[in-house]
Nanobody, 129 residues
Framework: QVQLVESGGGSVQAGGSLRLSCSAS????????MGWFRQAPGKEREFVAA???????????NYADSVKGRFTISRDNARITVFLQMNSLKPEGAAVYYC???????????????????WGQGAQVTVSS
């Protein structure tokens, strides 16, 4: 089992920045993809970004079109913490952000929530216009 805990959520004005962190514990050696998803009230959970690795190789992150160029996903070398740097935040980015982990390192399926076995409790991000 893998436990994930998000931190760093909060309130920011449009155009501002926030950095989310996701700390993993447990059997992290079985995790090869970490992703961020978000869910706004009344909407489905949607993919934001994911980062994959295989042994000592870290692949470039992939991003939803809506956040490309503004968000950056990264991971510490111990693969215990994953970060989501969010710049130029827009009001439509307000949501609960969830960290997720899966055992596959394949590119296919990284955007599908059902591919992820492990989830954090979520971090609220509020963006005011």
């Amino acid at each position: 089992q893998v436990q994930l805990v998000e931190s760093g959520g909060g309130s920011v004005q449009a155009g501002g920045s926030l950095r989310l962190s996701c700390s993993a514990s447990g059997r992290t050696s079985n995790t090869y993809t970490m992703g961020w998803f978000r869910q706004a009230p009344g909407k489905e959970r949607e993919f934001v970004a994911a980062i994959r690795w295989s042994d000592n190789i870290i692949y470039y992150g992939n991003y939803a079109d809506s956040v490309k160029g503004r968000f950056t996903i990264s991971r510490d070398n111990a693969r215990i913490t994953v970060f989501l740097q969010m710049n130029s935040l827009k009001p439509e980015g307000a949501a609960v952000y969830y960290c997720a982990g899966r055992t596959s390192g394949a590119l296919a399926g990284t955007t599908w929530p059902q591919q992820y076995a492990y989830w954090g409790q979520g971090a609220q991000v509020t963006v005011s216009s």
